[in-house]
């Protein structure tokens, strides 16, 4: 499938959700620089922090108590640059389309700075299109989105950072 980079998608400016952190040692390889697959570590913590503290709706009761489950079925990743041991950066979350049953987001890794080196503050190092889709954890089959989940990212997607 011949598709751009994710990080090459030019868009209008949508909703983001953010969060900046340290790279921390765990994170890293021998080398001290962060392993790609912590990246997707990383944006799955990132998901359920929005669904639960910016979309106001509790992960864990989705998956545990409600019986929803929010499986990646497709992920793209586009790396450029590498994040080190003790790098600030910020992760960021857009949703790019909301379906019936899916929602595509996009999801990107940039330099935050530090007071010794703000040369890549705001560049993109990791950028990923993951495609989540709605399922019953009691059939495992996909299922529309809750009614709450559903106003609730469509309330999301009406703010514009």
């Given at each position: 499938m011949d598709?751009?980079?994710?990080?090459?998608?030019?868009?209008?400016?949508?909703?983001r959700f953010e969060k900046t952190m340290r790279v921390p040692f765990s994170a890293c390889?021998?080398?001290?620089?962060m392993f790609f697959v912590q990246y997707h570590i990383l944006f799955q913590n990132l998901t359920d922090e929005w669904i639960t503290d910016g979309l106001?709706?509790?992960?864990?009761?989705?998956?545990g108590p409600r019986g929803v489950g929010l499986p990646?079925?497709?992920?793209?990743?586009?790396?450029?640059?590498?994040s080190r041991m003790g790098d600030l950066i910020t992760?960021?979350?857009?949703?790019?389309l909301l379906g019936p049953r899916s929602l595509t987001l996009i999801?990107?890794?940039?330099?935050?700075g530090?007071?010794?080196?703000a040369r890549d503050i705001g560049a993109v190092r990791v950028a990923a299109r993951q495609v989540i889709v709605?399922?019953?954890?009691?059939?495992?089959?996909?299922?529309?989105?809750?009614?709450?989940?559903?106003a609730a990212i469509e309330s999301f997607q009406t703010r514009v950072s």
């Open positions: 598709t751009p980079p994710v990080s090459s998608v030019a868009h209008a400016p949508r909703a390889d021998p080398a001290g620089i106001g709706i509790s992960y864990a009761d989705l998956l990646t079925v497709r992920l793209e990743t586009d790396f450029t640059a590498p992760l960021g979350l857009e949703v790019e999801m990107t890794v940039r330099g935050a530090d007071a010794g080196d709605c399922t019953s954890l009691e059939t495992h089959r996909s299922t529309p989105f809750p009614a709450d989940l559903r």
